[in-house]
């Protein structure tokens, strides 16, 4: 029972007392990080609607309620769910309110009851309760369980400042079981968890013998912590001499008039190198290079060097680190919030987190993300950052040809200073954050060393623990760095480097992944860039498909996030006339953004399909290729005249892709009866052959458009045009063999880009098509073959025409793009 201490509310302070028995029903006050216990106050602040409610309505009835601990105490109003079922009736002893409109109140507990049932939620929560009352085996056991836990609290009470003593003499005066677990439960510093289970527990000695464990646990961590105290107290100590001394020292001096600048400024760099908590090896180089300083004059030439010197070894974070965020949900949410698809990039990103969550300690690999511009490789790198809780620094390694951009200059050079790699270190100011090394295939080397070689120091887990700058010449650890390297090609990464990275593909977007993006990036970031407000811009998924295939040819989608901005210019041009017209009166009509108004604000379209109007003549076949920036697609062009029987092949071609059209010229002189068996004499004797590949001005190699100068050939013999919807790739033997090829997945998304409905591919290839999206396997068919009838089955027209004296038809070159092409 709780005695009623009456009500007085003169001053806005309100006494109420408690109950004569506890009702069937009761009000449920949820509890954030708190734990109520019987027989003790709880003080409260009160600050949530519902709460608040709920405190009034109590106060004007039996001013009886339940506490209750939240399972989640993040939520800021949890359900029935989210709350334990063992709480604490008790009653408001004493409410404030504050001027805020917020409620202070203290609540004296009174019996521990269970929560059977919730019998309403609104406007806060009400359930029918049950007495939950102890169980006590009086015993000689439970008699030495009390003396335990209170000879065991009491040396806690001794070793721990926070604790009164009052409350030792308060435990060794209690006689009762259960009021000595509560009153000692609510006095120690425990997990909410662990008091829930200790005030669930029914039966007294069951919980006395639990508090006997948890009791011998803080008493041996708060043993350790004195411990470690005296420890550090001792070198405190030494510290605190060493600085007092230094502190006389500089008194003397300055009574003697000896007192300068150098001084005090050789003692502030003393004071940040102490602070900056430096390795041994690299403390002792510090100590040396101060001494230095110190018998230097700040006129000697030196000074200014070593000054730099210290300052950079103060600056750089030897013990500072963040803590790693290893929660795996948290990551691939993060992860899926900035960007679309990708999946293999994120199932890595997880397993390296899985992998630290099980092993702190192990050595990461270092991951290179291949692909073409524009598919998001930098992007990438910030968002693993921000799921791993890491500081990201980014380093630019295209066009970098001095070796001492990454490792430093040495100090007696003039104006001398660190590399790269010491430099972001600072910058991030932790020693484990995310770099990211863009453009890695883009370092050069020249007379001033190879930067490529600096690099296999500074990526190999084996070494990079010990890095050298060549300014610091300290060993720095790189250890808990986690390097990523971008790059469009690995064909320039030498070998060595290469092989100490996991390299993974990123590979270019379809138009349905584009349009995904667009729709949950794109245009939200461009219409906030372009000081647009989503009410009043909209775009539908015709506009952006027209974008994508009009006005964008691309593997990537920055081309297609600045016609998306553009049109949000001329929008925003737009509008702030119509605003400037009504002299600011009136909110902007909404603008929705039609495949029509995407011609009339960006123009006629910039791209159009070429593979009709290519093939329309025999002679012509339409191959694909790999670039470094995304598949793309080719045209191979065979015409022949009147002549002596010789070949050739323009359209600046590479050595291989020569032999490649060499060799599809001889299988189809040695397959003539097959292949074209209407022809008359001997033909190739008397006609010269022209292999041409548009456009002249990109360079070309690789072997994989063999198949498609091969039927190129066979079209022109047999005046049979190729299929206006097929695209081709593969290697052509002299036996007529097709052999595998690489890039398989960026080819078919180029050949979806340019309307290819059908891709003939080598049968090795098949198992590559795994890799290709779904969807975009729906929209293209893959005709997968070993020898070239069987291409040329596919890729041919039916029925032949008629074999007839074959006319060199017209030539022309439809320059497609201007960035260099590989065929491979």
């Not at 609290?153 to 604790?163: A, D, G, K, R, S």
């Not at 090795?764 to 893959?782: A, G, K, W």
Request: charged residues 30%; aromatic residues 4%.
């Amino acid at each position: 029972m709780i005695e009623i201490a009456g009500q007085e509310d003169g001053d806005r302070v309100v006494d109420v007392g408690g109950p004569r028995g506890l009702p069937s029903r009761l009000p449920v006050l949820p509890l954030r990080e708190t734990t109520p216990l019987p027989d003790g106050l709880t003080p409260l602040a009160i600050g949530q609607e519902r709460s608040v409610r709920l405190v009034n309505d109590v106060l004007t009835g039996n001013r009886l309620l339940v506490m209750v601990a939240s399972r989640k105490p993040e939520l800021e109003n949890p359900g029935p769910e989210d709350l334990y079922r063992v709480g604490v009736a008790g009653a408001i002893a004493r409410m404030l309110k504050v001027p805020d409109g917020t409620l202070r109140i203290l609540v004296q507990g009174a019996q521990r009851v269970h929560i059977d049932r919730f019998v309403q939620e609104t406007p806060y929560l009400v359930a029918e309760i049950s007495e939950l009352p102890d169980v006590i085996d009086e015993t000689p056991e439970l008699t030495a369980l009390m003396r335990n836990v209170q000879g065991t609290f009491t040396n806690i009470v001794e070793e721990v400042p926070y604790l009164p003593e009052e409350l030792q003499m308060a435990v060794a005066n209690l006689d009762d079981p259960s009021a000595l677990s509560h009153l000692i439960t609510g006095s120690l510093r425990l997990k909410p968890e662990e008091k829930q289970e200790l005030l669930e527990e029914v039966d007294v000695g069951r919980r006395l013998r639990r508090l006997v464990d948890i009791l011998a646990r803080e008493l041996e961590v708060i043993s350790i912590g004195t411990r470690i105290q005296s420890q550090v107290q001792s070198e405190l100590d030494r510290t605190q001499r060493e600085y007092v001394l230094r502190q006389q020292l500089d008194a003397i001096r300055k009574e003697l008039g000896e007192f300068d600048e150098s001084a005090e400024e050789a003692s502030e760099l003393r004071r940040q190198l102490d602070e900056a908590g430096l390795p041994e090896e690299v403390r002792r180089q510090a100590e040396r290079e101060l001494k230095r300083l110190e018998s230097l004059p700040p006129q000697a030439a030196e000074h200014g060097v070593i000054r730099t010197y210290l300052e950079w070894l103060a600056s750089l974070p030897w013990s500072k680190a963040t803590k790693d965020n290893l929660d795996l949900a948290h990551a691939r949410q993060v992860l899926d919030e900035d960007h679309y698809d990708i999946e293999q990039v994120k199932e890595r990103i997880l397993e390296f987190l899985a992998v630290r969550r099980l092993k702190p300690d192990a050595r990461g690999s270092i991951l290179c993300f291949v692909g073409p511009p524009g598919v998001g490789k930098t992007s990438l790198g910030r968002s693993i950052a921000r799921a791993l809780g890491r500081d990201f620094e980014r380093i630019s390694a295209g066009g970098v040809r001095d070796e001492a951009e990454i490792r430093g200059h040495r100090r007696t050079y003039i104006g001398a200073m660190p590399g790269t790699i010491i430099r972001a270190l600072r910058d991030a100011g932790s020693n484990n954050p995310l770099f990211m090394i863009d453009e890695i295939d883009k370092m050069g080397a020249d007379y001033r060393g190879d930067p490529a070689s600096a690099m296999l120091e500074v990526l190999d887990p084996e070494q990079n623990s010990t890095f050298r700058d060549h300014y610091l010449d300290v060993p720095f650890d790189l250890s808990n760095v986690m390097f990523i390297t971008t790059a469009n090609t690995l064909d320039t990464v030498p070998g060595p480097l290469r092989d100490r990275m996991e390299v993974i593909q990123l590979s270019g977007y379809t138009e349905e992944e584009k349009l995904e993006i667009a729709k949950r990036y794109l245009v939200p970031r461009q219409i906030e860039r372009n000081g647009l407000k989503k009410s009043w811009i909209s775009f539908g998924d015709r506009a952006l498909r027209a974008i994508i295939a009009d006005y964008t040819r691309e593997a990537g989608v920055r081309g297609l996030e600045r016609e998306i901005g553009t049109v949000c210019r001329k929008v925003a041009r737009e509008i702030a006339q119509q605003v400037d017209a009504r002299k600011g009166n009136g909110r902007p009509a909404r603008r929705s953004i039609s495949e029509a108004r995407v011609r009339e604000l960006l123009g006629k379209p910039r791209f159009i399909s070429e593979t009709r109007i290519r093939t329309r003549r025999p002679g012509v076949a339409t191959g694909l290729a790999w670039t470094p920036v995304g598949g793309d697609v080719l045209f191979v062009e065979a015409t022949a005249m009147p002549g002596k029987g010789r070949l050739t092949i323009t359209g600046q071609l590479g050595d291989v892709m020569r032999e490649s059209a060499q060799a599809a010229v001889s299988y189809v002189r040695s397959h003539e009866t097959e292949v074209a068996p209407g022809l008359e004499g001997d033909w190739f004797a008397d006609h010269d052959i022209h292999l041409h590949v548009p456009a002249g001005a990109i360079p070309k190699d690789g072997p994989s458009a063999g198949i498609t100068m091969t039927t190129a050939l066979v079209s022109l013999l047999t005046a049979r045009r190729v299929c206006e919807d097929v695209a081709m790739t593969g290697e052509v033997t002299l036996t007529g063999q097709v052999l595998p090829i690489g890039g398989l997945k960026e080819k078919a998304l180029a050949a979806q880009r340019s309307g290819i409905r059908t891709v003939i591919a080598p049968a090795r290839n098949q198992p590559d098509v795994d890799e290709i999206p779904e969807h975009l396997r729906r929209d293209l068919t893959f005709v997968f073959v070993d020898e070239v009838p069987q291409v040329l089955e596919t890729a041919l027209e039916r029925p032949p025409a008629p074999v007839a004296s074959v006319p060199a038809p017209e030539s022309r070159v439809y320059a497609q793009r201007a960035s260099a092409s590989k065929v491979r």
